[in-house]
């Protein structure tokens, strides 16, 4: 036979194949579009900087607690078509039975006409499904929990490609920049959510606290009254105003009764309360009326009565 023949029956007929093949099989696979789901998970971020902060009493719906960190996580849809009622579960693989999954908040990206949301959440775990994820689209989680840990994520629909994205060194600086963003914000978050919700209040030698006295105490220097109040019960009054005006060269001495600080309770014996701040210090003290303020507190005693 011929060698033209052979080319004839058999190597042309066999590229052909190939060609069909490639056409049918390989070609649409090449082109098909992707269902694709990123993650990334960043480390958490304490919201109280021990530092600055001693004898500090945490309280989130009763129970005590000594830290609240902040836990970042993006998702978004890096694939070609829209994913339709995706499930995503977030858990905190803790032994610690203590560990406490508080609260969630959640930025999109779009802002506006995102779509639903559905949040269940446990102690440990929080699980949303997505009603739809366009291309691009992206979700910020932030969680807050008592606890270092961090979380693993989880995600599964027919088709779907789950993936995690770990920054280079270029992308963990600009994180980092926008992690320290969001965690000045959260401050003001955390303030919003329990001045609304009552969950959480901070208890320092029997006096309340908030975020914005641990903000104030971080960007102030010297003696600062970051709160007070003169009264008795819910009959009080505020006078950290009067206090910070009495401060000279970062001490402050006064006698607490009604002639400075008005009469809130007519013929009932009074406190007054103070939280202040040394530097980046933070502490509390309570005195009767008619007993002397002077701080900074010495040591021999906090308080001396007027004879």
């Known amino acids: 036979m ?16 190939l060609i069909i093949a490639f056409f049918q099989f390989i070609l649409p696979i090449l082109t098909e579009e992707k269902k694709e789901l990123t993650y990334s998970v960043s480390s958490p971020i304490s919201l109280i900087d021990d530092g600055i902060i001693t004898n500090l009493d945490i309280k989130i719906n009763g129970v005590n607690t000594q830290q609240i960190f902040s836990n970042q996580i993006v998702i978004e849809n890096t694939g070609q078509i829209p994913l339709i009622n995706t499930p995503v579960s977030i858990i905190f693989q803790n032994s610690d039975s203590s560990f406490v999954l508080y609260n969630s908040v959640i930025e999109t990206f779009p802002k506006y006409e995102f779509g639903n949301i559905d949040i269940k959440k446990s102690k440990n775990k929080i699980r949303l499904v997505v009603e739809l994820l366009n291309p691009d689209d992206r979700i910020l989680l932030s969680l ?12 599964k629909i027919e088709g779907m490609v789950l993936s995690e994205h770990k920054p280079d060194k270029k992308d963990e600086s600009i994180l980092s920049i926008i992690l320290a963003i969001v965690a000045s914000g959260l401050s003001i978050i955390l303030l919003a959510f329990s001045q609304s919700k009552g969950y959480i209040s901070f208890d320092l030698n029997g006096v309340k606290i908030n975020f914005d006295m641990l903000y104030n105490a971080k960007s102030e220097s010297g003696l600062k009254i970051l709160f007070a109040t003169y009264g008795k019960g819910d009959k ?15 001490q402050l001495r006064v006698i607490a009764n009604n002639k400075i600080f008005g009469d809130a309770v007519p013929n009932i014996k009074k406190e007054l309360k103070v939280v202040y701040s040394i530097g980046k210090d933070i502490n509390t003290i309570r005195i009767k009326e008619d007993e002397i303020l002077e701080l900074p507190v010495k040591a021999t005693s906090l308080s001396k009565k007027t004879k």
Request: a positive charge; charged letters at 15%.
């Open 236 to 250: 009080i009054k505020d006078v950290a105003l009067t206090l910070n005006k009495m401060i000279q060269e970062n």
């Open 144 to 155: 807050l929990t008592n606890k270092n840990s961090i979380p693993t994520f989880y995600s």
């Open 2 to 17: 011929k060698k033209n023949n052979i080319i004839a029956l058999f190597v042309i007929p066999l590229l052909m194949g």
